[in-house]
């Protein structure tokens, strides 16, 4: 089995910074695309950023230049860094991974999400 773990929310005031992480553990080969998302209340679940095992990104366009998405391959961990957080960034963010539990088996696996508030 495996498990990700997101780390990192909390409140924060308009303009500040926080640093997500997610570690995916258990029976883990690899990971390929590593993602995060987010939920407000009373909102549909959006993708905040991507990154490839090679490490190319994508935003969602109103993070862009604000958040910046990176991975580390031998800690099996994504990260994203958020900085001049607007109260607009509230929101439940949770990882998304595709783990490879061999060379040939790969399932798509979600964190329990980690709570960002921004206040202003």
């Known amino acids: 089995q495996v498990q990700l773990v997101e780390t990192g929310g909390g409140l924060v005031q308009a303009g500040g910074s926080l640093r997500l992480s997610c570690v995916a553990s258990?029976?883990?080969?690899?990971?390929?695309?590593m993602e995060w998302y987010r939920q407000a209340p009373g909102k549909q679940r959006e993708r905040v950023a991507t990154?490839?095992?090679?490490?190319?990104?994508n935003y969602l366009r109103s993070v862009e230049g604000r958040f910046i998405i990176s991975r580390d391959n031998a800690k099996n961990t994504v990260y994203l860094q958020m900085n001049s957080l607007k109260t607009e960034d509230t929101a439940v963010y949770y990882c998304?991974?595709?783990?490879?539990?061999?060379?040939?088996?790969?399932?798509?696996?979600w964190g329990q999400g980690t709570q960002v508030t921004v206040s202003s």
């Open positions: 998304r991974a595709d783990v490879l539990h061999s060379a040939n088996y790969e399932y798509e696996y």
């Open positions: 258990g029976d883990v080969f690899g990971v390929n695309e």
């Open positions: 990154i490839e095992r090679g490490g190319n990104t």
